[in-house]
C-alpha cells in the first residue's frame, strides 16, 4: 500500500471508529432499563405552569387536568385551587380561617411532582391534621429558592391578605444554584439572568464534556457502575453527579471555593429576609431540608448545604427538620437492621430520576408526622434525630 493510501486509510478508521462506537453505546443505552434522567415535561404541565408578575413563575390557578407522564407513568392529576397551589381539587380557598393553617414552601419535591396530591407527603399531613383542625397549603413550586420563598411569601401575606399560622419551608441543595440565576429589581420583581459559573477543576470539565458530548458513554457508564454496586436490577433513582453548570460546580472542590461562599451568602441573605417577614407577622418559621440519591448513592450525610442549613437555623433558633437521618438510618444499629442503599433508592425515588416516589412521599409524610408537635399551639419539638430511621420491618 502506497504511503498516501496508507494515511488516508489510517484517517478513514480514526474517523469512523469513534462514530461506529458511539452509535454502538446509543444502541446500548437504549436497550437499558435504567439510567438517570429527567423526563421530559409534557405539554399540558406546560400549560399549567406560567409566569407570575412578581416572583418569576407559578401554577395557574384554578385547573384540573390529567399531566401526560412522569416517571413513566400516564395521566397523573394535577389540580390546584384559587391561589395557584396544588390541591386536592380546583377549589376556592379563603383568605381568613378560624381554624389552624399551615403554608408549605419549597420546590419540585414539595410539590411532589410526579404524584396526585392525596400521595405527596404534603396531601398525607393534610388528610393527617385535618383531623385535628389544621389546615393545610401547598405554595411550593418547582425551581422555587429562598427569594421566591420570600417574595411569594410577602405577597401572600401582604398584597392578597391570605392568613396563615406558620410556614414550612423545604429547601435543598438545588436551590443554592438557583440563587445564583435570579435577581430581585428595584420594584420588587424576580427575574432570571443568566450567570456564567467558573469551570472548576479539569476533573469537572472533563466530566462534563463527556457528558454532554457522549451522553451514551456517561448513561452507560453509570448504568455499569450501578449494576456493579447493586446488582443490574435496580432501578432505583437516579445516582449520577450533575453535569450541567448550574449543578455541577456544587460537586466539586476548586469551584465550590471559587463560587460557594457568595452563593451561600445570597441564599442565607434571602431565608434571612423569609424569617425577619414571617417574625414581623409573628409567624413562626421551620425549615426542613433532604438528600437527593446522588447523596444517599456516595453517603455524604454532611454535604455543604446541609452543613449551612443546620448552623443556620441553630443560630436563628429557627426548629429544622433534619431528614438526612431518615434515608440514612440509624448509623448507631447494625447494617443488618438498615435499609441498604439500594433498597431506600429502590423503594422512595422515581426510577431513574431525583424525586420521591409516591412510597417516598409517605415515608417523608410519616417522619414528619412523627416530628411534629401533636399539641396546638405548638412547642418546638425534640431533635428527632435517631427516631426516624428506615428500619427494616
Known amino acids: 500500500m502506497k504511503p498516501l493510501a496508507r494515511t488516508v486509510y489510517v484517517l478513514a478508521i480514526a474517523t469512523i471508529c469513534p462514530v461506529v462506537a458511539v452509535v454502538a453505546l446509543q444502541w446500548i443505552t437504549a436497550k437499558v432499563s435504567h439510567v438517570q434522567s429527567t423526563p421530559t415535561r409534557p ?39 384559587s391561589l395557584g397551589f396544588k390541591d386536592r381539587a380546583a377549589r376556592d380557598v379563603p383568605l381568613k380561617t378560624s381554624r389552624r393553617r ?129 446488582g443490574c436490577a435496580f432501578s432505583g433513582g437516579g445516582v449520577s453527579p450533575p453535569t450541567d453548570d ?9 469551584a465550590l471555593e471559587q463560587i460557594g461562599p457568595m452563593a451561600f451568602a445570597r441564599a442565607e441573605g434571602n431565608l434571612n429576609r423569609l424569617l425577619a417577614l414571617l417574625q414581623h407577622h409573628s409567624i413562626p418559621l421551620r425549615l426542613a431540608f433532604y438528600p437527593w440519591p446522588r447523596h444517599i448513592y456516595i453517603e455524604e450525610m454532611h454535604p455543604a448545604h446541609a452543613t449551612w442549613l443546620r448552623r443556620w437555623s441553630t443560630e436563628n433558633k429557627v426548629v429544622s427538620f433534619d431528614l438526612y437521618p431518615a434515608f440514612f438510618g440509624d448509623t448507631s444499629k447494625p447494617s443488618t437492621e438498615r435499609m441498604s442503599k439500594a433498597e431506600v433508592l429502590t423503594r422512595f425515588f422515581i426510577a431513574g430520576d431525583i424525586h420521591w416516589n409516591r412510597e417516598g412521599h409517605a415515608f417523608v ?13 405548638m412547642a418546638d419539638p425534640k431533635d428527632a434525630k435517631g427516631r426516624v430511621s428506615p428500619e427494616k420491618p
Open 246 to 254: 448550574r449543578m455541577g460546580w456544587m460537586n466539586d472542590s476548586l
Open 365 to 377: 409524610a410519616d417522619r414528619f408526622l412523627e416530628w411534629y408537635p401533636t399539641t396546638l399551639p
Open 43 to 81: 405539554l399540558s404541565q406546560v400549560q399549567q405552569r406560567v409566569q407570575h408578575p412578581l416572583f418569576h413563575h407559578s401554577l395557574r390557578p384554578m385547573t384540573d387536568m390529567a399531566v401526560d407522564s412522569w416517571g413513566g407513568e400516564q395521566g397523573i392529576r394535577l389540580a390546584t385551587n
Open 102 to 230: 399551615i403554608l408549605f414552601l419549597g420546590d419540585s419535591f414539595t410539590e411532589g411532582i410526579g404524584v396526585p396530591y392525596e400521595q405527596t407527603f404534603v396531601g398525607i399531613i393534610d388528610r393527617q391534621l385535618a383531623t385535628q383542625g389544621v389546615e393545610v397549603l401547598n405554595a411550593a413550586v418547582s425551581s422555587y429558592s429562598p427569594l421566591i420563598h420570600y417574595r411569594k411569601a410577602k405577597w401572600l401575606l401582604e398584597d392578597v391578605g391570605l392568613q396563615f399560622d406558620e410556614a414550612v419551608v423545604f429547601v435543598d441543595h438545588s436551590d443554592i444554584a438557583d440563587e445564583m440565576e435570579l435577581v430581585e429589581t428595584s420594584t420588587g420583581v424576580v427575574e432570571k439572568r443568566f450567570y456564567n459559573y467558573p469551570k472548576g477543576s479539569w476533573k469537572l470539565q472533563a466530566t462534563n464534556w463527556i457528558a454532554n458530548r457522549v451522553p451514551a458513554v456517561w448513561k452507560v457508564y453509570w448504568r455499569l457502575s450501578t449494576c456493579v454496586e447493586f
